[in-house]
């Protein structure tokens, strides 16, 4: 399921930190019953030691305004009105936040309040491969290595990469395994369709994430594609990673 959330502010425009995301993730927590908000958080949908959310959001869409001399940390001026994407498969979770954000009315983003205009459930789209699609936020896959030292190291991959479309499969197979009590053999490849493809650098907690963001074709198992429509494309959909639409 996926909800399209219409949003408003008494000022124009609005400022959002660059982590801004981070504030999302938290009003979707927020959203949740106690117990299941601490639940999803610490436990999730277990495939072995791996554990997976099972929900992303978008980065908010709005207009963008230009840069004022007043802002008080790096980040983004938006005009209003402004939508904002959640997706998961899971009815309870969209359930819940659906019904809560309606109650309340508003969305908390730090110091700033904006006010639900709207909630639209949006219908499934029909998967026939090759499906071309944009990224409503940006998509991540990486793996982390040993060094000889014992010191981690993580590697972010990029589209251009080999392995960033059998990373994606294999992610997805996970999901699906998770979700359905399947397994999946079939693949399918991500493969970049424009030349305004961006890297994009995040910092989440302090942490350095880097995803891609752009326009992609996708080929392969439709089953495959659903569950990354539905829970998102690659790593870290639950802080806003990975969620696409079709073009």
Request: aromatic share 14%.
């Amino acid at each position: 399921m996926r909800i399209c959330f219409q949003l408003d502010s008494k000022t124009d425009p609005v400022f959002f930190p660059f982590r801004y995301h981070e504030y999302l993730q938290a009003a979707i927590y927020q959203s949740l019953s106690p117990e299941h908000a601490q639940k999803l958080h610490d436990q999730g949908f277990l495939h072995g030691k791996r554990s997976f959310k099972l929900f992303t959001f978008s980065r908010l869409l709005g207009r963008k305004a230009a840069p004022r001399e007043t802002s008080p940390e790096k980040g983004i001026w938006l005009h209003p009105p402004f939508q904002w994407y959640i997706s998961s498969p899971v009815e309870w979770i969209m359930q819940e936040m659906a019904e809560y954000f309606l109650r309340k009315g508003t969305l908390q983003l730090g110091q700033t309040q904006l006010t639900l205009i709207g909630i639209e459930v949006l219908s499934p789209p029909e998967i026939h491969p090759p499906v071309k699609i944009k990224m409503l936020s940006p998509m991540t896959i990486y793996s982390t290595f040993r060094k000889p030292d014992g010191k981690k190291v993580t590697h972010y991959y990029s589209p251009m990469e080999k392995d960033f479309s059998i990373l994606m499969t294999e992610n997805a197979r996970k999901k699906f395994q998770v979700l359905y009590n399947q397994n999946k053999e079939s693949q399918f490849l991500i493969r970049p369709i424009s030349q305004r493809n961006r890297e994009r650098i995040i910092y989440y907690k302090g942490t350095v994430i880097r995803a891609w963001d752009g326009q992609y074709e996708l080929v392969g198992d439709p089953d495959l594609i659903r569950i990354t429509y539905e829970c998102g494309l690659g790593s870290k959909n639950s802080q806003g990673f990975g969620m696409w639409t079709p073009i």
